[in-house]
């Protein structure tokens, strides 16, 4: 059974920075693809960042150069570093895996980790 724990969530002001970990048991964060999501109140969940399986990277437009995904394969954990956060980046942020490719979507989704961020 897949389990992904997100933690490092937080409230922070602007300009400030802070860690999402996501902890994966039943997977193995090495072989396929993962990403980070979020959805603010009353808007449509975006996707933030991917990381494949070959470790390329693809990021949202409005993260990119602030916010950095990698994972450890030893600790078998996502994460995604977020910097000079702004109140627009507000929302619940989410873990997720997929079986294959990122193209091939994700099926395999985390609880969530509060991200707010003040003026």
């Known amino acids: 059974q897949v389990q992904l724990v997100e933690s490092g969530g937080g409230s922070v002001q602007a300009g400030g920075s802070l860690r999402l970990s996501c902890a994966a048991s039943?997977?193995?964060?090495?072989?396929?693809?993962m990403g980070w999501f979020r959805q603010a109140l009353g808007k449509k969940r975006e996707r933030v960042a991917v990381i494949d399986s070959d470790g390329s990277t693809n990021y949202a437009g409005s993260v990119k150069g602030r916010f950095t995904i990698s994972k450890d394969n030893a600790k078998n954990t996502l994460y995604l570093q977020v910097n000079s956060l702004k109140p627009e980046d507000t929302a619940m942020y989410y873990c997720?895996?997929?079986?294959?490719?990122?193209?091939?979507?994700?099926?395999?989704w985390g609880q969530g980790t509060q991200v707010t961020v003040s003026l």
């Open positions: 039943g997977y193995t964060v090495s072989s396929y693809c």
């Open positions: 997720a895996a997929s079986a294959g490719y990122c193209h091939t979507g994700f099926g395999y």
